[in-house]
């Protein structure tokens, strides 16, 4: 403290502000923590946006094995993500109408726009499902295009918050893959069908 005090010119006028700032600061917080009403500000959560793409076989030249892309995604700690799925495929892989992986768990979805709450069974193309978590994200077919190539996805949106760090895998439940009974190919190879999201 004596060398601070001591100094003379204006780097040591402005060091002694400085000083005479903090302290006030620090006198004005210590007044503010008195009174009742006043709390400390509540930390603001934090909201990520995470995107990605279910492609085509066709799209990525690997017939049969369509693709989340990317498939591994990394998230903070105790945030709310925003997970858009931009589905290319205009294929459906029906489950029957007893599976529970129509139903949205674990959050909110939207669907071009739309909130649901559930995409028909029948109508289901894959879905992005983290059984640990109970989150089920049910992803309905892009519109077929004449062409055959589609033209525009659909527009999943999934809203869900995370707590602390850990790694869960997700898989998609539906029979997208090839055989036998679909669930061959993509189904069974990470990084198509499955993939991991990294809470850090
Ligand atoms: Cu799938």
Redesign the pocket.
């Known amino acids: 403290m004596n060398t601070i005090w001591k100094s003379t010119g204006k780097a040591a006028a402005s060091l002694r502000m400085a000083v005479l700032l903090s302290l006030s600061a620090a006198l004005g917080l210590g007044l503010a923590a008195c009174g009742s009403s006043s709390k400390p500000p509540a930390a603001s959560p934090v909201t990520v946006h995470l995107y990605t793409n ?1 492609l085509t076989g066709k799209m990525i030249v690997h017939s049969g094995s ?1 693709k989340y892309s990317p498939a591994n995604m990394t998230v903070p700690a105790h945030s709310t993500v925003v997970l858009t799925i931009y589905n290319w495929d205009d294929g459906t ?1 029906p489950l029957p109408s007893s599976s529970p992986y129509g139903a949205v768990t674990g959050g909110s979805e939207t669907v071009n726009g739309s909130s649901v709450t559930s995409v028909p069974t029948a109508n289901l ?3 992005f499902t983290i059984p640990s978590l109970k989150i089920n994200v049910p992803v309905p077919p892009a519109p077929t295009a004449a062409s055959g190539s589609p033209k525009e996805p659909a527009v999943v949106v999934f809203t869900f918050h995370v707590g602390g760090s850990g790694s869960y895998t997700w898989h ?1 439940m ?1 029979p ?2 090839t055989a036998p009974g679909g669930m061959g190919g ?2 069974a190879t990470p990084g198509f ?1 499955e993939g991991t999201l990294t809470v850090a």
């Open positions: 279910i369509p892989a193309s894959h879905t998609c539906t997208c893959g993509a189904m069908m």
